[in-house]
């Protein structure tokens, strides 16, 4: 039966995404089983009995069966279960840790966190002990002053109550100064839409766009999987276009028009561009010119730009600099009635990454007020964004300036962990680069690698005997090898008969080089035992 | 065109409604233009353009359009308005606050939060003030030793960090014994799943259960308004049973047959019934033998119980007490293989009302393990709920014991709060039972009572004439006498022809008696006015 619904769930996939890339998301059998281990239930009958309810895998929403979540899929959960192998049984494998280089998850690999900004939360959470005198001693001046300002900006001070459905209006207006800032154009608080992170804002655009099937969003290959998920759970359809691997993962307008093209030739209406930039997993910035050519096309087009833009803090390299999908195009002189353009921006990346707080926002532009009306209803269904997630995306937005007691602590943290970044992503990337069949474009941003390796034809007979993707095997087999988890390829779309995997560049420096030998190792055994 | 809009909206709620209730969410003209003011375009002209993507009110998701949240609607919108008004002219209106007794929004009405439960978040944001000396003096010294024992469980204490998907472990096994300790029965960490309050909850339950609009969910009438948004966003139906207003909003099971009979004769597939315990907005608290019986029929029925528990801590009459609908199924015999049952918690209610804090969870019983496996994607996609909330919901169901220094100051807090919400709830009942053609059942828990209003003809044909519902423009002169903001029936659902609101208990008590003078005499100028 589970092979049954594995079969099933792999027409759904083709039905949805095009054919050159059906394989990119196609749940493995592996998956199904292995993700048992994860979240086992209380009673060990279950797993062979159906519900009470008759709730089965055959009549719940299809839609969320075809939906797939790479990031924290197979690979990960083989990772937990080897965490707990070590923990049960010291020694029982050939490393003695864990490594995650899954997920864009930071302080779960040691980063601290911007030390202003969890003093300004933590007297958020506690108000009571702003005009305590030991307070003074705890906490430097201008925490204790941005408080104060934040709570004169909430009504009655209240941080725990439900706030205004987009968000609490002055930390609005502080984040459209902070854009302003950013772009050197005018930003407008009625903009702002604040969210649990990034992701739930992506829902809700994706929720607005979609009606049917017969809807389609052009997304990047590769792209990061919140986007093919959310496509799916919305019952869209994904129009891939694919990244330029040899130009850097270069972003050609020619390859969307032509992929824009044959979506309207079998019927489906694009409703929307989605753009990574800093890309995800690709790590490429977009050069500007190129995205006022993404803008014109958006503009001629009549497409909704969905620019995920949670990477503009990280970019590592002097040729590039980031500028918003928002100033480019006000730049071309176009305005609210040229262009309909949201930006989603996450306190979970930059210097600062707060994963855990879920803060974030979009920047909506160019819709008419009835259409905002709608997104503002759908924003009141879940009432607001958690207070705290708020506060913080206030204070990423408008940090420390100099003169500020804080200042030079705070640019020194920040400095330290972008430029750590920036060596980190260079180290890896010349060790990917060393690697037999192994080839890496360079991270110009973003957070990840996503090295190409071409792999024996053995291993990818030993792959399909394995009933899983090359890619899969690959990482598989060097979890199981270094406990180094890197996510397969297949997870985010790649070029058919191309295989990948994304690292991210996060764990601490320290750790660097043991991985770099661990990979190296591991890798050159690889290649020996499948040389064709 | 906005007439034609509303039209057609219209016809979607006829789809999916009984026609019994048909009234009750149709959206009216008013509800569409009036929210205008709330999200102003930045630019003027953008309200009469289409926006520039060609997205339209009518080539947006229909589901979207179809949804309605009448909590944050019409009313509210105008009461911003002469908030507005008021700042800018004092004296402009008959009154010089608006009271928001529209939400269950405890802290913005000026109630405190709980010292402990706020420490305890404050130390967590902020770890390296922990093993300071000033921090002694500044924290209680339990909460101080609950901060590092949550932090302890916290993978690296690193709180930035996104956590597993459905919470961190440590804070799941806290709640588990929470849990267990309430009902006396045992409670598995691996099933709950920790969200951002627990709408995201009750929306991942939606999106697994409803494929289409031939799938049914049983939904008492009245109901909170986010049962309804969320069916319509995820285009099932609604499959209405009404509580006995007679019967102090009692629930026959009889009712519940009938109604899942004719949605069967329909060719409705009924696969869930939602029961609010404590009542929202009827303020009912169920008895344990009433319990027992849709227990039953949920068995019977084979249908999955969604059972909303938020108000579990909020019981105000002696003679009634909450039993978990869990507590309930395991003490008949009933277990895992029997029937799948879900239980939502928030921390946004309770006596400790952290609405801004969105925390919440749900306990996820009965169901396969690939059933759950379909949950966890679900909630890996948006990676975790805000760490802060999670770590609230640990509180709330785990807060100080006896011997704990901050017992004493804790549960003095947490019966202030409830005592004077008993209070609060008895004084506004017996002023509304008091005005003319009102009556109005005993709030015996939750935070709200839910008035029935017999209004005299000439009134709902004045309302008609301002294409109205009655008990709308009833509110709506409430509101424009008085500044206090209540919600029209009609947006919970009511037998056709009644009408009723939805107060809130929470105004501070000192504010009780000028509601009730404010409220009696606009009601006696209402009633003098439309009398036939």
Not at 27 to 44: D, E, G, N, V
Not at 484 to 503: A, D, E, L, N
Request: net charge negative.
């Amino acid at each position: 039966m589970r092979r049954f619904v594995a079969e099933k769930s792999k027409q759904h996939c083709n039905i949805f995404f095009n054919k050159k890339t059906s394989s990119f998301i196609s749940p493995s059998p592996f998956y199904q089983s292995s993700i048992r281990h994860l979240t086992s239930a209380s009673s060990p009958d279950s797993m062979a009995e159906p519900s009470p309810s008759h709730v089965t895998i055959q009549t719940i929403n299809p839609k969320v069966l075809k939906c797939e979540y790479a990031v924290r899929g197979e690979i990960v959960t083989l990772a937990q279960r080897l965490q707990e192998d070590l923990k049960l049984n010291p020694g029982s494998h050939p490393f003695d840790e864990i490594l995650y280089c899954n997920i864009g998850n930071p302080q779960s690999l040691g980063q601290h966190p911007i030390n202003f900004f969890r003093e300004v939360l933590s007297l958020c959470d506690h108000p009571a002990i702003l005009d305590k005198s030991e307070t003074q001693g705890l906490f430097s001046a201008d925490a204790i002053e941005r408080a104060w300002k934040i709570l004169d900006q909430i009504p009655g001070r209240a941080t725990g109550a439900y706030s205004h459905s987009q968000g609490i209006k002055g930390l609005r207006d502080t984040i459209a100064s902070g854009i302003e800032e950013r772009d050197g154009f005018p930003a407008d608080p009625n903009d702002i839409f604040l969210t649990d992170g990034a992701s739930p804002a992506v829902h809700m655009m994706m929720q607005l766009l979609i009606r049917s099937e017969s809807d389609g969003i052009l997304c990047p290959i590769p792209q990061y999987p919140l986007y093919s998920a959310s496509i799916a759970l919305h019952g869209g359809t994904l129009v891939p276009y694919y990244l330029d691997e040899a130009a850097g993962w270069g972003m050609e307008v020619s390859e969307l028009k032509k992929q824009l093209e044959d979506a309207k030739a079998k019927g489906v209406t694009v409703r929307s561009l989605v753009v990574i930039n800093p890309g995800n997993p690709t790590g490429q910035v977009l050069a500007e010119e190129n995205q006022r050519e993404i803008v014109e096309f958006c503009k001629n087009e009549g497409l909704v730009l969905l620019a995920d833009e949670v990477y503009q803090e990280n970019v590592y390299v002097p040729e590039k600099k980031f500028h918003s999908f928002k100033k480019i195009a006000r730049s071309m002189g176009y305005g609210e009635k040229d262009v309909s353009l949201i930006s989603f921006q996450s306190v979970s990346k930059g210097y600062y990454g707060e994963c855990g707080k879920r803060g974030g926002y979009m920047e909506v532009t160019g819709f008419s007020t009835e259409i905002r009306e709608q997104l503002y209803k759908l924003a009141s269904v879940n009432l607001c964004s958690n207070i705290s997630g708020q506060i913080l995306a206030s204070l990423v937005m408008s940090p420390p300036k100099v003169g500020d007691e804080s200042y030079e602590s705070y640019s020194s943290e920040r400095d330290g962990i972008l430029q750590s970044l920036a060596r980190r992503a260079k180290t890896l990337e010349d060790a990917f680069n060393s690697l037999e069949g192994v080839s890496c474009n360079k991270t110009e941003g973003a957070m990840y690698l996503f090295p190409r390796i071409d792999l024996p034809q053995k291993a990818i007979e030993a792959a399909e005997a394995a009933n899983t993707a090359p890619d899969a095997f690959y990482c598989r087999r060097l979890l199981n090898a270094t406990g180094i988890v890197v996510v397969p390829g297949s997870g985010f779309g790649q070029v058919p008969g191309t295989w990948h995997f994304r690292s991210t560049i996060l764990p601490q420096e320290d750790k660097i080089p043991a991985i770099v030998t661990r990979v190296s190792d591991f890798h050159k055994k690889f290649m020996d035992e499948f040389r064709d």
